[in-house]
Antibody
Framework: QVQLVQSGAEVKKPGASVKVSCKAF????????MHWVRQAPGQRLKWMGW????????KYSQNLQGRVTITRDTSANTVYMELDSLRSEDTAIYYC???????????WGQGTLVTVSS | ETVLTQSPATLSLSPGERATLSCRTS????????LAWYQHKPGQAPRLLIY???NRATGIPARFSGSGSGTDFTLTISSLEPEDFAVYYC?????????FGQGTKVEIK
């Protein structure tokens, strides 16, 4: 059974960094592009970036360029999203999602709430 | 980036009724209808319902259907079941970056 299981909620101070993990179960993730999407309170889902787990290639949203880093550990079937220089507007639920062969997000993680507050 | 506008924001219906949700894109998506619909319930992972405009994802009941082309797309739920009350998002991938609508909440009347 395909599952993406994310790490737990985080509370961070402004200026800090956060690293969220997404572990894949039920499939080997190397052939699948893995994406991160976030949703701030009352806002729409926003795409953040993706990684090709096979070769580690990444692409990021221009709005987050320089602050977000997506990595993977193929031996652990896990992808990570690290966001630096956190601001209050980064408070959101962060989701990982698998891209299927047609290019759609067919499986999503359960979400990780990141709260940025002084 | 391509902006997706969903309407209405909230749809108040009773079980058994038909739901019609709209998604309009600021730029035309490609002829392959690069638009999808997702269902999202609080505390759960979003679920892919429809891809490429009109194809049901694996395991999605036949009461869900998608249609449309160009800039106007529709998700129809023919007869609402209790488990269908949720928020629905459309998403396009024809123009980079992928973008989502703001969602339509289908609530019990």
């Amino acid at each position: 059974q395909v599952q993406l299981v994310q790490s737990g909620a985080e509370v961070k101070k402004p200026g800090a960094s956060v690293k969220v993990s997404c572990k894949a179960f039920g499939f080997i993730f190397i052939p699948y592009a893995m994406h991160w999407v976030r949703q701030a309170p009352g806002q729409r889902l926003k795409w953040m970036g993706w990684i090709n787990p096979g070769n580690g290639d990444t692409k990021y949203s221009q709005n987050l360029q320089g602050r977000v880093t997506i990595t993977r550990d193929t031996s652990a079937n896990t992808v990570y999203m690290e966001l630096d220089s956190l601001r209050s507007e980064d408070t959101a639920i962060y989701y990982c999602a698998r891209q299927d062969s047609r290019g759609w997000f067919d499986y999503w993680g359960q979400g990780t709430l990141v709260t940025v507050s002084s | 980036e391509t902006v997706l506008t969903q309407s209405p924001a909230t749809l108040s219906l009773s079980p058994g009724e038909r739901a019609t949700l709209s998604c309009r894109t600021s730029q035309s998506v490609s002829s392959s209808n690069s638009l999808a619909w997702y269902q999202h319930k609080p505390g759960q992972a979003p679920r892919l319902l429809i891809y490429d405009g009109s194809n049901r994802a694996t395991g999605i009941p036949a009461r869900f259907s998608g249609s449309g082309s160009g800039t106007d797309f529709t998700l129809t739920i023919s007869s609402l079941e209790p488990e269908d009350f949720a928020v629905y998002y459309c998403q396009q991938r024809s123009n980079w970056p992928p973008t989502f609508g703001q969602g339509t909440k289908v609530e019990i009347k």
